[in-house]
């Protein structure tokens, strides 16, 4: 497995990824993909098996001024390749970008797996959003790491 940058060209690759893996919870288009990667403050990175993209991460500084605060925007990993540490070597290099900062994440309050994932990287549940994802109505679990003890 290969892990870099996430480019461009590889947006219609991750909304094929998000359909297969977000399929009831407004699964972002490529546009999508191509704007938050031209976005200035976020950063995303991408496995490759080959030349085939696997999985992708992306993660935004929020506000102006150092401290700065982050917030995951989305992982995915291609459901084959679940359970080889994809995901796992994903949120390192999201943590790293981050270099100690404050961060948050949204994920499915039913998505065990996503949030065992998060738990053992240090995330803690600070509240729940009702019916967060649109499309499903799913509830999402609010996460932070790092800051003040909730």
């Not at 935004?60 to 150092?66: M, Q």
């Not at 100690?100 to 998505?111: K, S």
């Amino acid at each position: 497995m290969v892990y870099g940058a996430l480019t461009p060209g590889d947006a219609a690759r991750c909304a094929e990824l998000e359909a297969q893996l977000f399929p009831g919870d407004d699964p972002w288009p490529a546009r999508a993909f191509i704007a938050e990667l031209a976005a200035k403050h976020n950063h995303y990175v991408a496995a490759r098996d080959g030349q085939t993209v696997v999985g992708y991460a992306g993660i935004a500084r929020l506000g102006r001024k150092a401290p700065y605060e982050y917030e995951i925007h989305t992982v995915g990993v291609d459901s084959a390749y679940q359970g080889r540490g994809i995901g796992r070597a994903m949120l390192t290099a999201l943590l790293d970008h981050a270099a100690g900062g404050v961060v948050f994440l949204e994920v499915r309050t039913d998505n065990e797996a996503a949030i065992a994932l998060y738990e053992s990287a240090g995330f803690v549940t600070i509240g729940v959003r009702k019916r967060y994802y649109r499309v499903s109505g799913a509830d999402a679990f609010t996460m932070r790491r790092g800051g003040a003890p909730s």
